[in-house]
């Protein structure tokens, strides 16, 4: 709690009684000054706690009502009127106008001096001060620590906690990497977009109109812009009702100074990050990932928890391990974790629910590729976003790529559907036909098993057999079909004409 009037108020000691601008009560008081001159105002910045006897008072109501309205207008926390020496009351009608402006007014006793109530603020500022200190002291290493487990995002949630404001952290392109609201701050979700909007349109100007503290009609905002080297990396955006106080500032610079130390880290430091994300990456799109993974493939996600899958195939597997570097190069450039697995030609990335196509051909940079983006999902879709972002991008045309949350399905787009016409009865009529005379659903079977993008207990759960028998029936369908199941572009081909015909019931 401030320095408030209420709080000066509490303090029996000094005996104050409060005559009017009860509303103005919770007004930060930031020191005490003595002034018997009319035209006090003149003298005051905002946040006084102004004493006087009012020897100097005018006489009638009309000009009463300009001194206290000067002093209103330039935002004094209250009027302190010591009764006993010219007035042995408050008069009635300054207590009027006080509470017509909210504009707390005490009266002092005779007995109490005003250098005791002046002494009383300065110990309470003082020990807020210090209290301050205190706080930023124990905040910093907790800053230092929230960024090295939970980077750029855990820095956020820790500085919002410490201000008790709201923070966002926006990359150099005016792109959002992560934002925490504080509802202590004031300030609803929807203000809180609308202030990040007048940041991003600031960055949208230039560099140069960024630094500083803008003040709307309903924000405070604080803007610290981050560079390294002749780059700009980032901006630290603080939004709040009021400008920050001197600790808190310091803790910004802090939170700024992490930001760039982390930007610089040592190059294998991040290389054996990218390699762990890598791995887990992996385990994830076989199914295989361990509970304690969702934490960490939950940073690759948006604010409402989404994400998606995009999946490259570019000409050759040197190319496509050059082109995975340059994905992880223009990841981090955005604040972004770095999960890119390649496969031979294919490079799978994880991106955030929110990311379009164009975000995918700025992450492959000048590659040339063809690419899918699988749909928007959580963690627990994540098998299944990148399978079909893997069917998106083989259907595609060099340098094309495909969204499926903008074509609904690969079967939406005219080439395919012209290829697969015709094909469902035609390729997989021996299957068809060991169903229609009683046996097995074995196109059920390869259905889920594609599906399944091969993983055998999914697939088996999903058929709704046991998975020795699942084995069983897709070696007959390879012997039906002629195929092997073990080939990538066979699977494809075949699920995609699959999708093309009626769904079977299993």
């Known amino acids: 709690m401030g320095t408030t ?14 005559h009017g601008g009860v509303a103005g009560l919770d007004r930060e008081i930031d020191c005490a000054l003595t002034s018997e001159l009319v035209d006090a105002a003149e003298w005051l910045s905002g946040g006084e706690l102004l004493l006087t006897t009012g020897m100097r008072l005018p006489p009638d109501t009309a000009g009463r009502a300009d001194y206290l309205h000067s002093l209103a207008d330039v935002g004094i926390a209250g009027l302190g009127f010591g009764t006993g020496l010219g007035y042995d ?91 925490t609201s504080r509802a202590s701050a004031g300030i609803g979700a929807d203000r809180d977009r609308a202030a990040l909007t007048h940041v991003r349109a600031l960055i949208a100007r230039g560099p140069m109109s960024t630094t500083g503290v ?20 980032g901006y630290l955006a603080v939004i709040g009702t009021d400008p920050l106080g001197d600790v808190h500032r310091v803790l910004v610079g802090h939170a700024a100074s992490l930001v760039t130390l982390q930007h610089a880290e040592a190059g294998n430091v991040a290389a054996d990050r990218a390699a762990l994300q890598s791995e887990i990456f992996d385990l994830a799109l076989r199914g295989t990932a361990p509970p304690t993974s969702v934490e960490l493939l939950g940073r690759a996600a948006d604010a409402e928890g989404l994400v998606r899958v995009a999946v490259y195939e570019f000409r050759s597997a040197a190319v496509a391990s050059a082109a995975v570097q340059t994905v992880a190069t223009e990841l981090a450039a955005r604040w972004r974790p ?86 469902h009865d035609v390729r997989l009529g021996p299957l068809i036909a060991v169903r229609e005379s009683g046996g097995a659903d074995l196109v059920a079977t390869l259905r889920g098993y594609l599906e399944a993008n091969g993983h055998w207990e999914t697939a088996a759960s999903s058929v709704g057999v046991h998975r020795h028998t699942l084995r069983h029936r897709i070696s007959r369908i390879e012997g039906l079909l002629g195929v092997d199941l073990g080939d ?17 019931s299993r």
């Open 338 to 423: 770095v999960f890119a697995l390649q496969r031979d030609r294919e490079v799978a990335v994880l991106i955030r629910g929110d990311d379009d196509v164009a975000v995918v051909r700025a992450l492959a940079g000048g590659n040339r590729m063809r690419a899918g983006l699988g749909p928007v999902t959580d963690l627990s879709g994540l098998v299944s976003s990148a399978g079909q972002a893997r069917q998106a991008a083989r259907s595609a045309s060099d340098g094309e790529v495909v969204d499926l949350e903008t074509t609904g399905s690969v079967l939406a787009i005219d080439a395919v559907q012209d290829g697969l016409r015709g094909l």
């Open 214 to 233: 803008t003040i709307t009609a309903e924000h405070t905002i604080i803007v610290q812009r981050i560079t390294a080297g002749a780059g700009v990396i």
């Open 488 to 504: 990538a572009r066979t699977r494809a081909e075949l699920l995609l004409i699959l999708l093309s015909g009626d769904r079977p």
């Open 5 to 18: 009037v209420g709080w000066l108020l509490d303090q029996s000691s000094l005996a104050l009684r409060c």
């Open 89 to 179: 009351t408050v008069p009635a009608d300054l207590v009027e106008i006080a509470d017509g402006l909210g504009l707390p007014l005490l009266e002092v006793p005779r007995p109490i001096p005003f250098s005791a109530i002046a002494r009383m603020l300065l110990d309470r500022l003082a020990e807020e001060r210090y209290a301050q200190f205190t706080r930023a002291t124990r905040s910093q290493p907790a800053m230092t620590r929230a960024i090295i487990s939970g980077g750029v995002p855990g820095l956020v949630t820790e500085l919002s906690a410490a201000l008790g404001r709201s923070v966002a952290f926006i990359d150099s392109d005016g792109q959002v990497v992560s934002t």
